[in-house]
C-alpha cells in the first residue's frame, strides 16, 4: 500500500521532484503521476486508484494548483474516501484562496522561515503521525468497497485480519478520520459472518464425529453379525476372530458408553465363540487332499502326508518348517520313530521312505508290487511293518533293511497297527476281517462281525482292546482275543482314522462325513467337531488326546483342543420334558433325572459319578432338601392320574413314598429350612408337607399351579399359576397377588435376600416384583416361553432359561448381559453353583451343560478380548489367512515353508 499520494500543479513539478526524492530517500512509498500511471490505462482511473491506496494525500499549494481543475478534482477524490490532507506550500498563496477543507488545516510552509530541511522533518512527522491507523483506514475502505461490490456475500475479515480490524476500530476513538459507517457495518458483518462459520465447523465437527462413530458402529455390528453367521456354520474359529476384531475396534473406540447395547452384542458373541470353540490352529500348505498325520512323540513336530506327493513338516505353532519331496504319487501315511528322530512314509508309488527328521532321505524301501497304504515302526523302534494292495505285510529293520514277509492277507489291506508291547500286529482291508499276527508271523485271531471294507483299526495303550472301523461308518471295539464288546454309532459315512487316548476311556474317529467324533469307552458320543468341508482322512494326537490333528480332502489340517474349560456338555440322554436340575450343597454335584427315571449324580467336570434307580412309572419332578440330606421325587400316575412323592437318602434308599395329589405334579421343592417338601399340581393346589408324609397346609391356588418356590427365611411361599398370576402366602394364607404375565407363569424364585421376587412366563418375559407388590423391571428379549429363573448366591445376576434354546443373564436391575444358545430345543432349566461360578442349563434334545461364568465388570470386555487372543494366537501368528486380520500388530509375521 503507497503511503503518499503527491497532488500538485505541473507548474512546480520541479519542486515535486525534489521533494519527492528527499522523501523517498527516508524510506517513503510514494503515489506521484509520473511514476503512477501506466501505459494505455485511463491516466482519471488510474489517479482515483491511487488515492484510493494512500493513506495520506499530500497537496502542493501554489497558485497555480489552486487553480487546477485536476488538483481539485482529486482533493474530492481525497475527501470522498476519507484521506488524511497535508498541505505543503511552496509558493506564497492568499489564505482566502485556498479551499475549507485546506484553509482549517496546519500548512508546512517550504517558502517561509523554515529552511528545506527544517520543512521536510515538519512533514515527515506529519506523515508518521497515526500512519498504522491510516494505513488500516485505507485497508478497510478498500475491502469494504469490494465487499459491498461482492453484494456483501463475500469478502469478509477472516483470522488476524478480522482481530487487527476490532481492535483498530476499539481504539479509533478521536481518530481523524473517524471509521466510516461502511467500515462499522463491514467489521461488524465480518464477527457475524466468523461466528456463524464457527457454527458450521461446530456443526460440521459434530456431524463428521456422529458419522465416523455411526461408522465405527456399524463396522462392529458388521463383526458380530459375520461372527453369529459364522457360529451358525459351526465354524467356531472364526466366530471367534470376527469377535475378536468386534471386540478390539471396540475397547479403541471413545464411545463405548453411548451404546450399551452394541457393547453386550459384543461381548455375547465373544463369549460364545469361546464357550464352543475347539479349534486352535490350521496348517495350509499342502495342494489337495491330507491323508496322513503325526505327531511326534515330544509333541513339538507335526508331520502331514498328502495327495500332492509331499510330506511336510510343521512346529506346533503352525509355522511350516520344511517339506520333504520323492514320492510319486500320493503319501498315504506318516509315521515318527519312537524316538522321534526318524519317519516313515508310505505311498501309492509302491515304496516306503526313510527321512530323518532334519529331512533327510535317508532310505526307499522297495518290495511292495502295488500301492502302499500305510507303513509304522514298531514300539520299540527296531523295525517297522509295511502293508498296501498287494496284500502282504513286509517288515524292515529300522533302517529300511527287507527283513522278511510277516503275513498274506490275500486280499487288498487298508491298515495296519501293533499293539503297544509289541507282540501282535493287527492288519484289516477289503475282505471285511480283522486278522492278529504274532510278531514272529503266527495267525492269531480273525474278527468277523465287519459287512464292509475295513479301512482302520487301533489298539488302545493296554493292548487288551482293539477298535475298528468300516466303510459304512460302523465302529466297533473288540477285546484282543477276538470277544465283540459293541458296536459305535454315529459316523454317516467311510471311516479313515482311529484313536485311543492314553488311559483307553476315550476313543477318537474321523470319517468321510465330515466330522470327527468323541466316544466314551462304553460307547457314548461326547462331541463331534466339524469345520473341515470335505471327508476327513487324518488323524493325530499327542497321547492323552487332549490335542487332535485332523486333515481332510480340503487341504487344511486343524488342530483342536476338545476339552474345553469354559462350558462342559454331559450326555444325559433325557429328551423327556424335565424340567429338574439341582447343585448339591457341597457344590461339587449335579443332579438331574435319566432317561429310565433314574437319578444321576455328576460332577462339575462334565463326568457321571452314580445314579440310582427308583423304579418309579413316570419321573418328571425332584428336588433336594437345603442340606441335601434328602432328595424327594414325583411318580405321576398315567393319563393325568394321582401322582405320589417319595423320600430317599442321598444314597438311593427310599424312606417313604405317599399318595400327594390327584392329578401330575407340575413342581417340586424344600421349604428354605428343610423341614418340608412343597408340591404344586394340575389339581390347582399347593400342598406342604411334613418329612413324613403329613399333610401340613394346602394353599388352593386359583389356576393349575405350574410353579412354588420358598422365600430364604421360610415365611412365604409363591405360586405361578396357568392364569398368568404370581400369589405369595403366608401361613396357609393368600396374602398378595400379582397380575401382569399374559400367560401361564412358569417359574418363580426369590432373591437371596428375600427382597425381590422373581416370575418366568410363557408370555416370553419374566418380571422382578418387590415383595409388596409394585413391578420392578419387566426382562425382555426371548423369542419364546421362558421355562427356568434363578438368581445367583451373590444375587447379583439373574439366569433364565427358554423354549427358544437360549439362556440369557440379566442384572437385578433388568439389564440384558448376554444372550447364549444351549439347546438346540429348549431350555428347560437353570440353575447356578453355590459358590457361583458355574450356571448348568438342561436342555430338552438331553444335554446337560455346565457354563463357567465370567465376572461381568468393567474389565470383562478385556478378558475376554485377552482369551480370545491367546486361544487363536498360533492361528493369528502362522497362517496366511489369520495374519491378514492383524488383529496381533506387529507381533504378527509369516513363518514361511523353509525347503531342505
Not at 26 to 38: C, P
Not at 397 to 418: I, P, S, T, V
Not at 438 to 448: I, K, N, R
Not at 625 to 650: C, F, M, Q, R, V
Request: proline share 3%; hydrophobic share 35%.
Amino acid at each position: 500500500m503507497t503511503d503518499v499520494f503527491i497532488s500538485y500543479s505541473r507548474r512546480d513539478k520541479a519542486f515535486v521532484r525534489a521533494l519527492c526524492h528527499a522523501l523517498q530517500a527516508h524510506g517513503h512509498h510514494l503515489w506521484v503521476d509520473w511514476e503512477g500511471i501506466r501505459s494505455s490505462l485511463p491516466w482519471r482511473e488510474e489517479i482515483a486508484s491511487g488515492i484510493r491506496q494512500a493513506t495520506r494525500l499530500v497537496y502542493i499549494v501554489s497558485p497555480d494548483a489552486i487553480a487546477s481543475e485536476y488538483c481539485n478534482w482529486e482533493i474530492d477524490q481525497a475527501l470522498e474516501h476519507h484521506k488524511k490532507l497535508i498541505p505543503v506550500v511552496c509558493r506564497e498563496v492568499r489564505s482566502c484562496d485556498l479551499r475549507p477543507e485546506i484553509g482549517k488545516l496546519q500548512v508546512i510552509s517550504f517558502c517561509g522561515e523554515d529552511d528545506f530541511v527544517t520543512a521536510l522533518d515538519k512533514l515527515e512527522g506529519a506523515i508518521s503521525a497515526d500512519l498504522d491507523y491510516d494505513r488500516m483506514f485505507a485497508k478497510l475502505t478498500q475491502r469494504a468497497q469490494e465487499w459491498v461490490n461482492r453484494d456483501r456475500v463475500d469478502g469478509w475479515l477472516r483470522g488476524a485480519d478480522l482481530e487487527e480490524a476490532e481492535t483498530w476500530l476499539t481504539n479509533s476513538t478521536g481518530k481523524t478520520p473517524a471509521p466510516t459507517p461502511l467500515q462499522h457495518e463491514y467489521i461488524l458483518a465480518s464477527r457475524q459472518e466468523r461466528q456463524q462459520e464457527l457454527e458450521r465447523w461446530q456443526i460440521l465437527y459434530e456431524t463428521s464425529g456422529k458419522r465416523r462413530i455411526t461408522a465405527e458402529q456399524n463396522e462392529i455390528n458388521a463383526f458380530c453379525k459375520s461372527s453369529e453367521a459364522y457360529f451358525a456354520l459351526d465354524r467356531p474359529l472364526d466366530a471367534l476372530v470376527e469377535a475378536l476384531q468386534a471386540g478390539s475396534r471396540l475397547q479403541q473406540a471413545d464411545w463405548p458408553t453411548q451404546n450399551l447395547s452394541l457393547k453386550t452384542q459384543v461381548i455375547t458373541v465373544l463369549l460364545q465363540a469361546l464357550y464352543w470353540v475347539r479349534e486352535r490352529n490350521r496348517l495350509e500348505g499342502h495342494i489337495g487332499t491330507i491323508r496322513g498325520i503325526a505327531l511326534s512323540p515330544d509333541g513339538q513336530l507335526i508331520a502331514t502326508a498328502g495327495r500332492d506327493k509331499t510330506v511336510r513338516l510343521w512346529r506346533r505353532n503352525g509355522g511350516c518348517i520344511g517339506t520333504l519331496t520323492g514320492h510319486q504319487d500320493m503319501v498315504r501315511s506318516i509315521n515318527f520313530s519312537p524316538d522321534g528322530s526318524r519317519l516313515v512314509s508310505a505311498s501309492w508309488d509302491g515304496t516306503v521312505r526313510l527321512w530323518s527328521v532334519t529331512g533327510a532321505l535317508l532310505n526307499v524301501l522297495e518290495g511292495h508290487s502295488d500301492e502302499v497304504n500305510q507303513a509304522k515302526f514298531h514300539p520299540d523302534g527296531n523295525s517297522i511293518a509295511s502293508t498296501g494292495r498287494d496284500g502282504k505285510v513286509l517288515l524292515w529293520d529300522k533302517n529300511g533293511c527287507f527283513l522278511r514277509e510277516l503275513a498274506n492277507f490275500g486280499a487288498w489291506l487298508q491298515c495296519l497297527d501293533w499293539s503297544p508291547d509289541g507282540s501282535m500286529l493287527a492288519a484289516a482291508g477289503d475282505n471285511n476281517q480283522v486278522q492278529i499276527w504274532a510278531s514272529d508271523g503266527t495267525l492269531m485271531q480273525v474278527f468277523e462281525k465287519h459287512n464292509h471294507r475295513i479301512n482302520t483299526l487301533c489298539f488302545d495303550a493296554t493292548g487288551n482292546y482293539l477298535a475298528t472301523g468300516d466303510a459304512n461308518g460302523l465302529i466297533k471295539l473288540w477285546q484282543a482275543d477276538g470277544t465283540w464288546l459293541r458296536d459305535f454309532v454315529g459316523h454317516t459315512d467311510v471311516l479313515r482314522g482311529l484313536l485311543f487316548n492314553q488311559d483307553s476311556q476315550v476313543l477318537v474317529s474321523v470319517a468321510n462325513d465330515q466330522t470327527a467324533r468323541i466316544w466314551d469307552f462304553d460307547g457314548q458320543l461326547r462331541l463331534t467337531l466339524t469345520g473341515h468341508n470335505s471327508p476327513v482322512f487324518g488323524l493325530g494326537g499327542d497321547p492323552d488326546i487332549q490335542t487332535l490333528l485332523t486333515g481332510g480332502g480340503d487341504g487344511v489340517v486343524r488342530i483342536w483342543e476338545w476339552q474345553s474349560p469354559k462350558v462342559v456338555r454331559c450326555t444325559i440322554n433325557n429328551t423327556a420334558s424335565t424340567r429338574s436340575l439341582a447343585f448339591t450343597a457341597d457344590d461339587q454335584t449335579i443332579v438331574v433325572i435319566g432317561p429310565q427315571n433314574q437319578v444321576q449324580f455328576w460332577n462339575r467336570n462334565g463326568q457321571w459319578l452314580r445314579e440310582f434307580p427308583t423304579h418309579e412309572l413316570r419321573i418328571n419332578r425332584f428336588a433336594i432338601s437345603p442340606n441335601s440330606g434328602y432328595l424327594a421325587t414325583t411318580n405321576d400316575g398315567n393319563d393325568g392320574g394321582a401322582s405320589e412323592i417319595s423320600l430317599w437318602t442321598k444314597d438311593g434308599k427310599k424312606i417313604k413314598t405317599w399318595p400327594a395329589h390327584d392329578h401330575w405334579i407340575r413342581a417340586l421343592t424344600f421349604s428354605s429350612d428343610g423341614q418340608f417338601v412343597v408340591s404344586s399340581s394340575y389339581d390347582q393346589t399347593t400342598k406342604l408337607w411334613t418329612l413324613q408324609g403329613e399333610l401340613w397346609q394346602t394353599l388352593m391356588v386359583n389356576s393349575v399351579c405350574n410353579t412354588a418356590s420358598s422365600s430364604p427365611d421360610g415365611a412365604l411361599v409363591a405360586t405361578g399359576s396357568r392364569d398368568g398370576t404370581v400369589q405369595i402366602w403366608r401361613d396357609g394364607q393368600l396374602i398378595q397377588t400379582l397380575t401382569g404375565h399374559a400367560d401361564d407363569v412358569l417359574d418363580v424364585a426369590f432373591s437371596p435376600d428375600g427382597q425381590l421376587l422373581l416370575s418366568a412366563s410363557d408370555d416370553r418375559t419374566a418380571r422382578i416384583w418387590a415383595l409388596d407388590g409394585p413391578l420392578v423391571s419387566t426382562l425382555r428379549g426371548h423369542t419364546n416361553g421362558i421355562y427356568s429363573i434363578a438368581v445367583n448366591p451373590a444375587g447379583t445376576l439373574i439366569a433364565t432359561g427358554s423354549r427358544d434354546g437360549t439362556f440369557k443373564l440379566w442384572t437385578m436391575e433388568g439389564e440384558l448381559l448376554t444372550t447364549q444358545k444351549a439347546d438346540s430345543d429348549q431350555v428347560t432349566a437353570v440353575a447356578f453353583s453355590p459358590d457361583g461360578e458355574i450356571l448348568a442349563t438342561l436342555g430338552s434334545s438331553g444335554h446337560l451343560l455346565l457354563w463357567q461364568l465370567e465376572q461381568f465388570d468393567e474389565t470383562l470386555l478385556q478378558r475376554l478380548v485377552d482369551q480370545g487372543l491367546a486361544w487363536c494366537h498360533d492361528y493369528l501368528q502362522t497362517n496366511i489367512h489369520g495374519q491378514q486380520h492383524n488383529l496381533l500388530g506387529e507381533s504378527t509375521h509369516s513363518l514361511g515353508s523353509t525347503p531342505y
